[in-house]
């Protein structure tokens, strides 16, 4: 190793000397070295792009007399296709029958074990106080291919090349799981990842795939990545890696021998060429063998295996075309290609074929020709199977294709088999005819997906729907399946752009009994249907579950262009339409109108409703908005304007959720598999808003179809960027809201509930809830998914968005159909009245008052009226009005006293003439005094007053005055007697 690295780094000349010092010394000790002790290699390229041929002994201290350095060649030198360089003669020269070469690449097509430079490891995931050891996460070799990982530990599969000028990179995979996240992108030797728009695979459901990136020259490393990600029962499908070949090497200094099962028979193959069935070949080979007659194999493959007995598991039935007395022939055919054998003990023979059978009838749209073959009718005719008819008048044909009878397989059906084991797609027919349905026909392995695709050209409304961008429904595709499974079978329905680049609609397991399925159709961009069946996930050889099978009764999809016609739609007609008016004149009805039945004249619709768009005929094709919501403009959906009012004890409620009506996204809380991956449910809404309101949207980012999906409110799992790498991971985006049913503050509108309990509330402001429903149905769900969204009157809430999901259901939905929400916000409350406020009035100071105005505590109200100013007002002081008082006061003492004395000595003057009268009455009983005289005589009361004040003591008289008033309340007067009187005088 010494000598290496010496011969490496040293300079030409250094090395020279340096050789012949070590021959002198050691040549009496070591023998000379012979061509197969040593081999050549270039030292590196120096500034010039030069470069020494060196010779390297293949075990140290060996030998001795070694070739002495020569020039190399340029560092820019390459071989071709199917070349390789000899060393010895710098020269290049062509691989030899049995073996390849790429010329400036390496390939790797074998995989029995993990080739040199690639390296496999799972990435250990810490999330909070968990912590997930995925070591045992890599990748598998198993011969023709490496397989992934299918667990939720990320595992990374790397190779690190050295490119001499610009190349490339290709493989072929097969992915065929959207439950795995599949990524390859190449980091140069800054560490810089290329950003490219293919970073993530596209699924690829019925074949391998051919991936092809360009590589600059210097290092490079490249990386298969996959994280396993299924939230389902079910273990996803791993994905699969074959034939990865680079280019931008400098060169290769020997050629490969063709793998088994392959050979090259010419000198300078770039390739080597796949065995044909029933043949096998060695590793080198330069021709394939065949098979011996009780043997068999596949394509490209290295051995034969004993060919089995039949069963009859090993054949199937179908139809003869129609011959022109109307019949058919049944007939058994062995599966193709045919393994096992007729001639071993105990084999089923393939039963006789011929007998005639009365051929089924022409699906509806089509008529039987003279050469009992089923041809479509004629634009503007209709058919049940039998004759075509032309449309009457006013109607128009219903566009699209209908199959309930299987004599042949119609034109735009297409049936394969593929088997992820083996590249070959045509080995067989995976879906026969059988009259009444078709089925899958037994496979050569029980894990073959039996495939089915429909095509169509597009889809386009009919004259009499109008189009809109409210409408749900462009096209509806509906079949009849059943399924009979005695192990863990599958049937996927698929739908997309096309058969490669289809999405997974739904999926049943194990046995099924006769049911329909609807999926409704939404945009141009679905042209492709693919039904997918698999007897077993588990790769064996052996064949138990041929029997498995899958059957399609009918398929019924809708306005598609270039259709057929099975019946006939009454339709408006246009003013100018004659009265043999072709469809061509059928118009639409204005928005808001129905047809009548029988003669086509268009009807307004009640005000606030919409027009059913599957049935615009007859007045129950009105429906009626919900509560608080109105018709669009087209009348083809409710809508709301984000206001809402309702009556709350002895005040009507105004509310204003327009600050609520942008898109807003929340998300559930985090969960995680059962290895650890964390993820969280994503949801987007749209409260409310006008016709031109932009739509929540969903986008899956896994795959190369970007999925979108638009509504009210939608779905989606998210990994956050932390887990993935460089972006976010989107996928599985489903709606759960887009149609607004109504807007109120029941529990309860149209079949759909808002819990009460899901969310209790101790204030007596009740909640405003948002109902929607999605007209899209599922297995679980088969009235479609829905949604209710609480708005809670919170002020002390400032995000706009604080959404909650129920404690009790983690994800928002606790069945996977009825998804709840509470939105707790201020802009959630009624808006602000009169009522809501008080004010407030200061004391007077200095001769102003202020009234100042504030909100009633606690405040449960927004926007709506503002707070009143401030009001300032003139006044008077306390200290006026305490003068004023006083003033007052004191005049009014006065008054009284004086008023007290003045009626006090009244009081005495009639008391004293009282007195007089009653000295003066008779001694007779009832009588009177007589008067002395009739008036009171001048000079009288000088008189009274003397005899008033006679000589008595103050104190005499008031004791006096005491006893005056009896208790009956008269005035006691002593009388005298008139000699008393005489006594007193003198």
């Known amino acids: 190793m010494l000598l290496t690295n010496l011969l490496l780094t040293a300079s030409p000349q250094g090395i020279v000397i340096l050789g012949l010092v070590l021959f002198t010394t050691e040549a009496t000790e070591l023998p000379s070295c012979k061509e197969s002790d040593y081999h050549f290699e270039y030292t590196d390229c120096d500034v010039l792009g030069s470069r020494w041929r060196v010779a390297i002994p293949n075990k140290p201290d060996t030998c001795t007399g ?40 390496v390939a790797f097509d074998e995989w029995d074990s993990l080739p040199v430079g690639f390296i496999s490891h799972g990435i250990n995931m810490n999330t909070g106080d968990t912590y997930t050891n995925c070591s045992n996460s890599t990748w598998i070799p198993k011969g023709d291919y490496i397989a992934s990982n299918t667990d939720e530990c990320t595992s990374t599969l790397s190779y690190a090349v050295s490119l001499k000028k610009p190349g490339s990179v290709s493989f072929q995979y097969f992915y065929p799981d959207n439950n795995i996240f599949f990524e390859f992108y190449v980091q140069n030797d800054q560490c810089q990842s290329t950003d490219s728009q293919r970073r993530w695979m596209k699924i690829s459901e019925s074949d391998w795939d051919y991936h092809y990136v360009q590589l600059s020259s210097g290092n490079n490393v490249l990386y298969w990545r996959t994280t396993g990600f299924s939230l389902a029962a079910n273990t996803a499908k791993p994905v699969l890696l074959k034939d990865i070949t680079i280019s931008g090497v400098s060169y290769t200094s020997e050629c490969f021998h063709c793998k088994p099962g392959t050979y090259s028979d010419k000198p300078g193959a770039a390739r080597c060429i796949p065995c044909p069935a029933n043949s096998y070949s060695n590793k080198g080979a330069t021709a394939c063998q065949p098979c011996e007659a009780d043997k068999y194999s596949e394509i490209g493959s290295g051995t034969c295996l004993q060919r089995p007995a039949c069963t009859a598991n090993d054949y199937f039935y179908t139809h003869t075309p129609c011959d022109s007395s109307g019949q058919t022939q049944l007939m058994y055919k062995w599966i193709e290609p045919k393994i096992c054998s007729e001639i071993v003990e105990r084999a089923m023979q393939l039963p006789a074929s011929g007998e005639m059978m009365a051929c089924p009838p022409c699906n509806p749209g089509f008529f039987p020709s003279n050469t009992s073959t089923c041809e479509p009718c004629p634009h503007g005719f209709y058919s049940n199977g039998t004759e075509c008819a032309e449309c009457p008048a006013g109607t128009e044909p219903v566009m699209g294709f209908e199959y309930k009878w299987w004599n042949r397989m119609p034109d735009n059906i297409k049936s394969t088999v593929f088997s992820s084991e083996y590249s070959s797609t045509e080995r067989s027919t995976g879906w026969e005819v059988a009259g009444e349905y078709i089925y899958t026909t037994p496979s050569s392995r029980d894990s073959d997906y039996m495939l089915l695709t429909l095509k169509v050209p597009g889809y386009s409304l009919p004259h009499s729907l109008s189009k809109d961008n409210d409408r749900v429904e462009l096209s509806r595709i509906t079949f009849v399946f059943e399924t009979k499974c005695t192990a863990d079978c599958m049937l996927h329905f698929m739908a997309g752009q096309n058969e490669r680049n289809n999405m997974v609609v739904e999926s049943w397991t194990g046995t099924k009994g006769k049911q329909s399925y609807s999926y409704l159709i939404k945009s141009n961009n679905t042209i492709s249907f693919t039904w997918g069946f698999q007897r077993t996930t588990v790769f064996s050889l052996e064949n138990e579950y041929s029997s498995d099978l899958s059957m399609i009764y009918s398929v019924h999809i809708t306005n598609v262009i270039g259709g057929v016609a099975s019946e006939c739609r009454q339709c408006a007609l246009a003013a100018s339409a004659s009265a043999s008016a072709s469809d061509s004149a059928c118009v639409p009805c204005p928005p808001g109108h129905y047809m009548l039945n029988g003669n086509g004249v268009c009807k307004s619709c009640p005000s606030n409703t919409i027009i059913r768009p599957e049935q615009p ?208 916000s201020q802009h959630a409350c009624p808006l602000c009245s009169e009522r809501n406020y008080k004010e407030i009035v200061s004391a007077c100071i200095q001769g102003i008052q202020r009234t100042t105005y ?52 009244r009081t005495r003057k009639l008391q004293y003439k009282y007195s007089k009268l009653m000295m003066t009455a008779g001694d007779k009983e009832c009588e009177l005094p007589s008067a002395d005289s009739c008036a009171i005589m001048e000079g009288e009361d000088a008189e009274d007053d003397l005899i008033y004040l006679s000589k008595k003591s103050f104190f005499t008289k008031i004791k006096s005055y005491s006893r005056e008033r009896t208790s009956d309340g008269f005035d006691s007067v002593p009388l005298k007697s008139s000699a008393a009187q005489e006594m007193d005088i003198s």
């Open 66 to 105: 070694l070739p002495d350095p020569v020039k190399g060649t340029q560092c820019t030198f390459t071989c071709n296709e199917g070349e390789f360089l000899d060393m010895r003669t710098q020269e290049c020269q062509k691989c030899v029958a049995g073996t390849y070469s790429l010329g400036t690449g």
């Open 617 to 824: 005929i007859g007045e129950q094709a009105c429906i009626t908005c919900g509560p608080n919501t109105y018709s669009n403009k087209d009348r083809s959906a409710c809508i709301s304007d984000c206001t809402f009012s309702m009556q709350h004890k002895v005040e009507i409620l105004h509310y204003d959720f327009s600050p609520l009506a942008n898109i807003t996204g929340f998300q559930s809380s985090s969960r995680f598999t059962s290895k650890g991956l964390q993820y969280v449910h994503s949801f987007n809404v749209v409260l409310c808003g006008t016709e031109d309101r932009a739509l929540a949207s969903c986008v899956e980012n896994v795959t190369e179809s970007k999925r979108e999906v638009k509504g009210y409110v939608c779905q989606s799992i998210v990994v956050p960027s932390e887990i993935r790498g460089q972006s976010v991971v989107s996928s599985q985006p489903f709606s759960i809201g887009d149609t607004l049913i109504g807007v109120t503050t029941e529990s309860t509108l149209n079949t759909i509930s808002s819990l009460d309990g899901n969310f209790p509330t101790e204030s007596e402001l009740p909640d405003v809830i948002f109902y929607y429903r999605s007209r899209q149905t599922t297995k679980a769900c088969k009235n479609g998914r829905s949604t209710s969204i609480r708005l809670r009157c919170d002020p002390t809430v400032t995000l706009k968005d604080q959404v909650l999901l129920p404690s009790n259901c983690a994800e928002g939905t606790c069945d996977g159909c009825s998804f709840h929400f509470l939105w707790r």
């Open 854 to 905: 504030v909100w009633q505590q606690p405040l449960r109200c927004t926007g709506g009226v503002s707070l009143p100013p401030q009001k300032v007002s003139a006044c008077v002081t306390l200290d006026f009005w305490l003068k004023f008082g006083v003033s007052i006061g004191t005049v009014a003492a006065v008054l009284l006293i004086t008023l007290s004395c003045y009626f006090w000595k």
